[in-house]
């Protein structure tokens, strides 16, 4: 588990920042109190039924032997991503996993699943490969899911320490924080079917991704 949730796994996930850059030059987070609240938007609105049940049932999908079941929760996934971005964003970060991934483990499933991606047959998402290689790995689907949550607030605030908006330690602390509402949001995420997943309903992240994608200047992906 910890190392699936390294940042030094080269995945490019912290190459990307969610929107926070378009909202920091807007003016719209600023402070660690706008980064915070920020976060939690993107936790409870955007992330918990979204990517954090994909994890779930990609985990439950492997654990039973079900390529076709991956399969459903990867397309449902990727109908979810409402900005062309968050969705190319997904989908690189889940190709490079899904190359890494026989060197994790020979899982017959999961071995069919990454050539579907690297064939290019199904969109290849990083919660959906994540939460495959996890439970093939023997790790619970409570720690996948805490582990796919925790990627997107540390995500984040790598990009707010690069962008200077908090220092490294404040980002910590945050971090500290903020584990009720990974919690939390695990907890959404460990109770919503296939069919109850929902796409972002924090728009104003997923707007600012859009702006952000036409900017001319940016430090980060889109």
């Known amino acids: ?84 971005s968050s969705q190319a964003a997904s989908r690189r970060c889940g190709s490079r996993l899904a ?5 994790f483990h020979a899982n017959s499933t999961l071995v069919k ?19 495959a290689v996890a439970a093939a790995m023997g790790i619970s689907r409570e720690d996948t899911v805490l582990m796919e949550l925790r990627g997107v607030v540390t995500m984040i605030l790598s990009a707010a320490v690069r962008l200077d908006v908090i220092p490294a330690s404040a980002a910590q602390e945050m971090l500290v924080v903020l584990a009720p509402e990974i919690i939390g949001s695990a907890g959404i995420s460990l109770g919503t079917g296939i069919g109850e997943m929902e796409c972002g309903a924090a728009a104003g992240l997923e707007i600012a991704s859009m702006r952000h994608a036409g900017d001319h200047s940016r430090l980060f992906a889109t």
Do not use: N, Y
């Open 1 to 84: 588990m910890m190392q699936l949730s390294d940042s030094a796994l080269p995945i490019g996930r912290h190459a990307h920042a969610f929107g926070l850059e378009r909202l920091f030059r807007d003016g719209r987070v600023e402070t660690p109190q706008d980064l915070q609240s920020m976060i939690m938007s993107a936790l409870t609105h955007g992330v918990a039924r979204a990517d954090g049940a994909a994890a779930a049932l990609a985990h439950d999908a492997l654990g039973a032997g079900l390529l076709s079941g991956l399969l459903e929760i990867d397309a449902r996934l990727d109908l979810l991503k409402l900005t062309a």
């Open 99 to 103: 190359t890494l991934a026989p060197a």
């Open 113 to 131: 699943f990454v050539q579907e991606v690297s064939d290019k047959k199904t969109p290849g998402h990083v919660s959906v490969v994540s939460g």
